[in-house]
C-alpha cells in the first residue's frame, strides 16, 4: 500500500441482533481485517448488531475505532465503549457528511434502510462529482442481490445516467474487498 496515512474505512452495516449468523461471522472477520492493516474503523457508533460486531473485531485486532454518533443513540443510551474516538453529530445527515469527510472508502455490510440512507448518499455525491470515494457491496450471501437487480433495471430504464463502475462496487468475498483495495488504495 502506498498511502500516506492509515486508510480511514467506513462500515455500513445494521444494528439489529435478530438476523443471520453468516452475517455476524463475514463482519467479524471484515473488523478484525481492518485491525490487522493498522487501518482507522469509522461506523456508526451503536453498540447493537453487527455495528458493534464490526467494532469490536476491528478494535480487539490494533484498530483506531471512530464512532460518529448521532445524538439519539446518546438518549437510548447505545453508545460503543469501543470508541478510541466519539464525534457527536445531532442527526442521520450530519452523521452521513461526517463519516463521508472522515473516510477513505465505505464498505456496506447487510443493512436495512439506514445502510441504504448511507450508501446513496455516498455514491450519489460521488456520481455529481463530489469526491471519489468507493463504496463496496459486501453481498455476504447474495443479500444485495436484490438492490443489484433494481439498479440494473433502474439502467436499463435509462433512469441511472450516471455509471456507477469504480463507485459502487458489489463483491462476494473477503479475498475480493482485500484484492479491490489492494489494487485501488
Known sequence: MNTKHP???AVFCSA??????EYFEHTALLGRWIGEQ??????GGASLGLMDCVARAAKEAGAMVTGVVPSKLVERGIVSPLLDE??????????KEVMLRESDLFIAL???LGTL???????GESSIGYHAKPVILYNIDGCWDSLLR????LRRQGLL???????LVAVRSMEEIKNYITQSH
Request: no cysteine; net charge negative.
Open 86 to 95: 466519539t464525534i457527536h453529530v445531532g442527526s442521520l445527515g450530519e452523521r
Open 161 to 167: 445516467r450516471h455509471d456507477l463502475t469504480g463507485r
Open 38 to 43: 493498522g487501518w482507522r474503523l469509522v461506523y
Open 7 to 9: 486508510l480511514s474505512v
Open 150 to 153: 433494481m439498479l440494473d433495471d
Open 16 to 21: 439489529a441482533t435478530d438476523i443471520a449468523s
Open 110 to 112: 447487510p443493512g436495512g
Open 117 to 123: 440512507d448511507e450508501v446513496f448518499h455516498v455514491v
